[in-house]
């Protein structure tokens, strides 16, 4: 299922931002027991390195991250931490 979950997430953000890099890690096991693990959703990290994020402040790349998945945080997305970065940002 968290596999499944990951796929859903990382095609949907290559097909918006076409990045250089993304990773997706599934951290709902360190959330067992909490409230909003009882609705099956899961728990997100995201590392997401695209030239879309050039010029714009965190939150607006943010707010892009979170439209983009915006089905997906009612199906399946309980929480998401991001990372949204720019090429010239890691080097």
């Known amino acids: 299922m968290a596999a499944n979950r990951i796929k859903m997430i990382k095609k949907v953000l290559e097909e918006t931002f076409s990045p250089i890099e993304i990773e ?11 409230l909003g693990a009882r609705s099956g959703k899961g728990h997100f990290k995201l590392t997401i390195i695209s030239k879309r994020f050039e010029g714009l402040p ?3 790349r943010q707010r892009l991250v979170y ?7 009612e199906t399946d997305i309980h929480a998401l ?7 010239s940002e890691i080097g």
């Open 24 to 34: 997706v890690l599934d951290e709902s096991h360190k959330h067992v027991g909490h």
């Open 58 to 60: 965190m939150i607006q």
């Open 67 to 73: 439209r983009a998945l915006a089905s997906l945080m």
């Open 81 to 87: 931490s991001m990372s949204t970065l720019t090429p």
